[in-house]
Every structure is written in structure tokens, then in C-alpha cells.
């Protein structure tokens, strides 16, 4: 039993464990986060600036996390490899597809930005339509800070030429405090996904049950594509060649995934 937890809480198997988390956090914790998450949303359209304030410190916080992590997880992670003689870059890893691509990813966090900086126009100007000037500014900061924010995400993928000056960098406690914030990162995904999910879906008339089943099958597939795999990709990229790397991966999001298919059915 001890050899078996230690195993998932394993260094080199952080995916896996984050994999369990996510499940039993859709079993409840993240329906309950996405129901306060709808309210919040529905107080900031009415006009209240606090729950405006909370919705950009959330929009904020998936646009920083990302890097946050692959700078302290960076040098733990390339001198575990090192010592494994493993290569950072699995050669599954591209070939897996643009799912994995700097552009993909690039395009993904754009939107993100879009919606935070929507959301702060809404605390700074209230109902007041922004200006031209900020709507330039936060364009130009937007597109410089998405590619820089995509450059350090994917930076992590490749060897630094010597260990970090900074002290704490080079402590074990950095890479724990960088997977905390890939597991926060994954969880206010997994709120944004479970809100959306919520969202009631009616079937056309005439159209068989089977006939929309196969239909939302398709989408919440596709939603898990880019909504679980992203936030993933730091552990996706030293755990892609196993087995039950995706067997995991599907535990974790069956759960959206059945409240999806079975809503209004």
C-alpha cells in the first residue's frame, strides 16, 4: 500500500497524480466551483465591480500560472531527465499532432487575454465604454505578452546551458510550488469547463437521441482537447509513451464527460 502511494506521489509521475485529482474533483468540488463561478459572472454583468474584480484576478491567474510553473519546475525536471539520460522532447510528442504546437497554444491564451482584459475594462470603466487608446494598448500588450507567456511555457522543454543563479530555483521546493500552480492552473480550466458544460442544451425536434449523443460526444471531445491537454502538457511530455498515461487522461474527464452526454437526454 505505502509502495503503491509512493509511487503516485512520485516525482516522475505528477501527471498521474494530477490525473486522480482532476477526477475526484469533478466528482464535486469543481460543479460546485463552476455553479459559484455562473453567479459571480451573472453579479459582474449586473453591474458589480467586486465580482468583475474576482473574475479578472481568475482570468489573471490562468494567464500567469502556465509560465509561473515552467520556470520553477524547469531545472528539476531537465537534471531528473539528465540523470535518467531521457530527452526532454519524447519523440511521441510532436508527432502527436498540433494539439501540442507553440500555436495552437499561442491562439488559445490569446483568448484568455481577450476575456481579461474584457474583464478589466469592466472594473476600471464600469459601464462606460473604453477608450480607443486603451483598447490599442492592451492589443499591442496583449500580443507581446501571449508570446512571451508562450515562449517561457515551451522554454521549459529545453535544457538550460547551467543551473539557475537564483538559490531557491535550484531547491526542491521550487518545482513542489510549480506544480501547484500547474494544479491550480488545471483546476480553473476545469471550473471554466464544468460552467459550460451547465449550460442547457435543447434537442431539435426530430432529432433521434442516438443522433445527439454521437453530436456531443463529438464536442466534449473536442472541448477536452484543448480545455485538459494545454495545462497538461508539462507532465504530458515526460509521461506520453505510457499506457495509462491516457486511460488516466479519460478518468479524469469522464466525469464532465457523462454530465455532458446525459444533460437534458
Known sequence: M????????????????????????????????????????????????????????????????PPAGAILKRPAYHRRLKAAGRDPFPKTFFPAGCLFSPIVYFCLNV???????????????????????????SSFFGIAAVMLQTYLVYNYFVPPEKEPENAFLRDPRAALLGDACIFLNVVFYQVLWNSIVAIPIERPAGLPVAAEMIFRLFLIGLAALFVYFPPRLFYLAEDIDRRRTWLTILLAVSPVMVRFLLAGI
Open 2 to 65: 505505502k509502495a503503491g502511494l509512493g509511487l503516485v506521489f512520485s516525482e516522475k509521475n505528477r501527471g498521474l497524480l494530477l490525473d486522480l485529482c482532476v477526477f475526484f474533483a469533478n466528482l464535486g468540488l469543481t460543479v460546485w466551483l463552476a455553479r459559484l463561478f455562473v453567479r459571480i459572472v451573472g453579479a459582474a454583468a449586473d453591474g458589480d465591480r467586486g465580482a468583475g474584480f474576482v473574475l479578472f484576478l481568475f482570468g489573471l491567474g490562468l494567464f500567469v500560472l
Open 111 to 137: 483568448l484568455i487575454f481577450a476575456a481579461v482584459s474584457s474583464l478589466a475594462a469592466g472594473v476600471w470603466f464600469g459601464g462606460r465604454e473604453p477608450g480607443e487608446f486603451f483598447l490599442v494598448t
